[in-house]
């Protein structure tokens, strides 16, 4: 169990890493992107602003507590 | 070959030169101190389990449809790319340390020579072990990275092409300079890495969901130079914050 709980640790820092909010956002993103395209648009600018934002939100966050 | 097999081998020698700097220094610090037959050993050991995940895993990843890799590689690959970038904007504004080679050198060195002489199968089992894990965690990421690019654009060979130069390259450097490579400009790198990953990666997870990109392939650039242009603006906001937090020679 403990080795288990060690490899899910290591791949959950190694893809989320220190914010899980922004893997979170990118998750919700890619979702209303699947949306909107099964509704038949072509939303190809949602993603990057979603990134650039996302990106934005972290930095904000990290710089505020760094400051603090 | 296209602009994007051209990033993809790009993004794979930078990702690998990056990290084999890190590695370099491990491998250095442990090798100098407790010698070099255990310390080649557990390095060579860690190359020949990260050779093996990329030949087992890229091919094995061909027989996944096309569409649904790409979403898959596309959002781990934006997930970890984001990563990489946030940590390098902080770092280029002032708000998180850069990675200092000379300290990490010296830090490894002063542990090797700590460390006891435990012998194990006719090895110090310290410079087998510190060697070993040093190389494969710091090569996970170019495995991650070169699997990720390489099975997504079908160009798993030239992925892995890309990464084995980079590390002959650093290895050549470091047996010339006889020491760390401190003077690599790592943030520099990282933040190339961290915004090819993540454009790729927008790219492809979006092409998988089925979105069709104005201009196909050709609009990867526009999103590159987005993301790029996002984060200097980004790094110049940080530092005219923390400028107006710090006073100029408030830090020495």
Partial sequence: MKYVKSFGLFWWNFIVGDDWQVAAGVAVALLLTWGLVAAGANPWWLLPVAVVLLLGWSLYRASREAAS | ?252
């Fill in chain 2, 1 to 252: 070959m296209s602009t994007s097999s051209w990033l993809v081998v790009l993004g794979a020698f930078l990702a690998s030169a990056v990290e084999a700097v890190e590695a370099l220094t491990i491998v250095l610090g442990v090798g100098i101190v407790r010698g070099w037959r255990s310390t080649l050993i557990g390095s060579g050991a860690a190359a020949a389990v990260l050779a093996v995940l990329v030949a087992a895993l890229g091919p094995a990843l061909t027989v996944i449809p096309i569409s649904a890799l790409r979403i898959v590689v596309g959002a781990l690959l934006l997930a970890f790319g984001l990563q990489w970038l946030r940590k390098a904007i902080l770092r280029a504004s002032g708000y998180k340390a850069l990675h200092d080679e000379d300290e990490a050198f010296a830090r490894e060195r002063e542990q090797a020579a700590a460390a006891g002489n435990e012998q194990k199968a006719g090895l110090d089992w310290y410079a087998f072990t510190v060697s070993f894990k040093g190389v494969l965690l710091e090569g996970l990421e170019v495995v991650f990275i070169v699997i990720g690019f390489g099975s997504a654009q079908n160009q798993l060979g030239l992925a892995a092409l890309g990464a084995a130069v980079a590390v002959v390259v650093v290895i050549a450097a470091g047996v010339l300079a006889r020491g760390p490579l401190s003077r690599v400009p790592e943030n520099a790198i990282k933040f190339g890495v961290g915004l090819l990953l993540t454009s790729f990666g927008c790219f492809w997870a979006a092409e998988g969901i089925g979105v069709d990109w104005p201009g196909n392939d050709l609009s990867l650039v526009g999103v590159i130079a987005f993301f790029g242009a996002s984060s200097f603006l980004y790094v110049r906001g940080l530092r005219r914050q923390r400028g107006r937090l710090v006073p100029l020679g408030a830090e020495s």
